[in-house]
């Protein structure tokens, strides 16, 4: 074992190949004692590597069950802190690169989300009346606040249970970080638009009158992916007159606006999109709203039944933080682990992981 870790800095000029020989032999090496997960954004030269890809929720399940020494997280930083808070004491969660995060995450934190509930306290009875919901794309400090406050955890693919699930409890629900999830999901159970609410982080009282608090369902923070709300309805109405003679199919995920959503067929995260286009009939033509890399992935495994899967924008836009996970830091972080060094830990505090754990535990016994 070296004295000291190997510096990224000797990698950044890898070439691929050189790479993927590498990779598959630490691979090799470190056996059993490793699991890579790799969520449906990475670029193709490292979801290849992922012994388990999945959705956020697929994902966090493997984590959970995983046996291995070490777990590293192809995808963004709040991944790897739900693998650090699911796992054991001893097995160690790694991000290859710690500026993956997740833009939408960083929209709400834990002085802003415990301020509103003090401004909501000023209306109603917040630890009363409102499920704390947090979408799983947010810092585990979050996913703490609501274990305290009897809330829960959700992904893209179980919202409209965790809904359910809150709304058994409380009257109301705050949903956060991502306004279009919680939209799409709720008017999907049958709540109107106008017994939605969105809370402005930024104003006093989320930029609210006090009747409207009184008289919402849904409190929807002012948060949003900025790869999703790249597609608009004009992109599918385009695309439709683009193809008169054809019936072509349009499947988006729930971040997207409520607008694309409604004038899509189908609404899912990235497993539900993967599954629905996969196993569709041959020769199907498809419109799908969600990042660059899985749908470029869709469209090449999918070709050779003549169907075609394209992307929703007409302009690239991709996850530039799941980028941030290149091969070049991954064959760094692995071979680091063949020397006998960790590089690029998540660890999560003790009592935030066991109240994070709470919300989560909350979701895994929903759905
Ligand atoms: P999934 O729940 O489909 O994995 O979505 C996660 C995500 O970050 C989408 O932007
Ligand atoms: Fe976050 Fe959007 Fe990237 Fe998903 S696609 S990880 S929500 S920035």
């Known amino acids: 074992?070296?004295?000291?870790?190997?510096?990224?800095?000797?990698?950044?000029?890898?070439?691929?190949e050189e790479c993927d020989v590498r990779i598959r032999a630490a691979k090799a090496m470190l056996g059993e004692r490793l699991v890579i997960l790799g969520h449906h954004y990475q670029r193709e030269e490292v979801h290849r590597h992922a012994d388990y890809t999945g959705d956020s929720l697929k994902l966090s399940r493997l984590a959970a069950?995983?046996?291995?020494?070490?777990?590293?997280?192809?995808?963004?930083?709040?991944?790897?802190e739900v693998a650090d808070i699911l796992s054991r004491p001893d097995?160690?969660?790694?991000?290859?690169?710690?500026?993956?995060?997740?833009?939408?995450?960083?929209?709400?934190?834990?002085?802003?989300?415990?301020?509103?509930?003090?401004?909501?306290a000023e209306v109603i009875s917040p630890d009363e009346q409102i499920t704390p919901v947090t979408y799983i794309n947010s810092a585990a400090d979050l996913k703490a606040f609501c274990g305290r406050h009897g809330g829960i955890v959700c992904t893209s693919t179980n919202a409209r249970h965790v809904l359910e699930w809150s709304f058994a409890r409380r009257e109301k629900v705050l949903f956060f970080p991502d306004q279009h999830l919680g939209r799409n999901t709720a008017y999907r159970m049958g709540i109107p638009l106008d017994d939605m609410v969105v809370w402005d982080f930024n104003k006093p009282l989320g930029g609210l009158m006090p009747d409207q608090i009184r008289n919402a369902k849904m409190i929807l923070w002012k948060g949003f992916c900025s790869v999703h709300q790249m597609f608009k309805p004009q992109h599918i109405d385009q695309f439709r007159a683009r193809y008169p003679d054809e019936i072509v199919k349009v499947i988006s995920h729930p971040e997207c606006s409520f607008e694309v959503c409604e004038k899509s067929d189908y609404v899912g995260s990235t497993e539900y999109i993967i599954t629905t286009v996969t196993e569709s009939a041959p020769g199907t033509r498809w419109l799908v709203g969600t990042e660059l890399n899985l749908v470029q992935r869709l469209h090449e495994r999918?070709?050779?039944?003549?169907?075609?899967?394209?992307?929703?924008?007409?302009?690239?836009?991709?996850?530039?933080?799941?980028?941030?996970?290149?091969?070049?830091?991954?064959?760094?972080?692995?071979?680091?682990?063949?020397?006998?060094?960790?590089?690029?830990?998540?660890?999560?505090?003790?009592?935030?992981?066991d109240e994070a754990r709470?919300?989560?535990?909350?979701?895994f016994e929903v759905l």
């Open 91 to 120: 097995q160690i969660s790694i991000l290859p690169d710690l500026a993956a995060g997740c833009s939408m995450a960083d929209m709400a934190n834990l002085a802003k989300v415990e301020r509103a509930w003090r401004e909501l």
């Open 65 to 80: 069950n995983s046996n291995a020494e070490f777990i590293v997280f192809c995808g963004v930083h709040f991944m790897a």
């Open 358 to 363: 709470l919300a989560l535990q909350r979701m």
């Open 302 to 353: 999918n070709k050779h039944q003549g169907k075609s899967v394209h992307f929703m924008s007409p302009t690239v836009c991709m996850c530039s933080t799941m980028f941030r996970v290149d091969p070049q830091h991954l064959v760094w972080t692995l071979e680091n682990l063949v020397d006998g060094h960790v590089v690029n830990r998540i660890r999560v505090p003790q009592q935030e992981a």
């Open 1 to 16: 074992m070296a004295a000291t870790a190997l510096a990224i800095q000797q990698f950044a000029t890898l070439s691929e």
